[in-house]
Structure formats: C-alpha cells, structure tokens
C-alpha cells in the first residue's frame, strides 16, 4: 500500500458491521481472542478506531488520532448498534479520498505515512473482524482486497526487528500453505484455531 496504490475499506467496513449487528445482548460479556476485552470491549475498541482512522484519513488530527488505544479499556455506549454502522461507513468515505492515501496523517498517537496507515486500518478491520466472529460463532470471510493489505503490513511489521514480532502479540507459527486468513491471524499473535 504504497505510493498511489488506494484500497477500498468500504467492503470490509460493512462485513464487520454486519457482524456486529448480529451480536446478541446475551453474548456481549463473552469472550473473544483479546484476552482483556469481552465483546462489549471489542466493539467499543472497534467504534473507536472506525472513528479515528476516519479522522486520520480526512487529516483531522486531534483527540480522536492522537489517544494511545491501549490507555484505557473502551467499552460500547448507548446506540452503538446505530452509530457503530454509522462510523464505520465514514471511515471508509474517508479513505476513498486518494489524499488519505499520501502525506501523513496520524493514528493512536503515532505519525504515520497515509498509505501506511490505510493499511493499518485495513488490518484492524479484519483481524478485530475475525476476532468478532470467532466470539460470536459467527461465518467470517473477510473482503480479499482487505485481507491481502493486511498481510501485508503485518508480514512486515513481523519482520521488523525494532518491533519485537506481531503487533498485537507474539506471532503465532502457521504453515505457509494454510490459507491467507489463518495466516494474517497468525502473523497477529492469535492462534487460528480459537474457540471461547
């Protein structure tokens, strides 16, 4: 995701959404592949980056760009079953700009290149995707043109010596023919066999 090479996050945007929709109440203190965060904790997480890789792709830093997402443990607000949809489709509207894709921008705090932070987005909508779905025994296939970018990125950032292995935890092996999905989930320190 370099140079002006742009990717549309409205497709996995609106997978994750429908997979939160499908979320029952009773399910919202259940666990998922985030040791820390149940459910509710993972939408909240979710609404949250949907909101600030919205801003990071307009350029409107501030707040919502520069909290670190570890500082505290998010959790769903009143409505989130009608925002939440909301966010996320304006995270996307904002990344069909191709000035999202160029310059730089910020997210959690961390300046960052637009393409690289697209990318970014486009992997924690489908690993927080895949998590979402494992924690509710719901179907999951992610959008292709998504899961490939988020491949990317983590295969690099797994090679990056300065950033210890995954980005969300150790990498966890995974044989190189399994199939690409099992492979970005290993790449982001989950196993991809998990069950709660």
Not at 11 to 24: C, G, N
Not at 177 to 183: G, I, S
């Amino acid at each position: 995701m370099t140079g002006n090479t742009t990717l549309d996050l409205g497709p996995q945007a609106r997978i994750v959404a429908r997979l939160a929709e499908d979320v029952r109440d009773e399910q919202l203190g259940g666990a998922t592949p985030c040791p820390a965060y149940p459910v509710r904790n993972l939408l909240g997480h979710v609404a949250g980056l949907a909101l600030a890789f919205r801003d990071a792709g307009r350029k409107e830093l501030g707040l919502t760009t520069d909290t670190n997402p570890g500082a505290a443990v998010p959790d769903i607000e009143p409505g989130w079953r009608t925002t939440l949809p909301k966010i996320l489709d304006e995270m996307a509207e904002a990344w069909r700009d191709p000035s999202a894709w160029t310059g730089e921008t910020r997210a959690g705090g961390v300046p960052l290149p637009g393409a690289v932070a697209g990318a970014v987005a486009a992997d924690e909508l489908v690993v927080h995707g895949w998590d979402l779905a494992r924690a509710t025994g719901q179907e999951y296939e992610p959008d292709p043109h998504a899961l490939e970018a988020a491949y990317g990125f983590l295969l690099a950032a797994a090679d990056d010596p300065s950033r210890g292995g995954g980005i969300f935890g150790p990498v966890v092996p995974v044989p190189d023919d399994a199939p690409l999905l099992d492979r970005v989930i290993g790449l982001s320190g989950r196993a991809p066999d998990w069950r709660p």
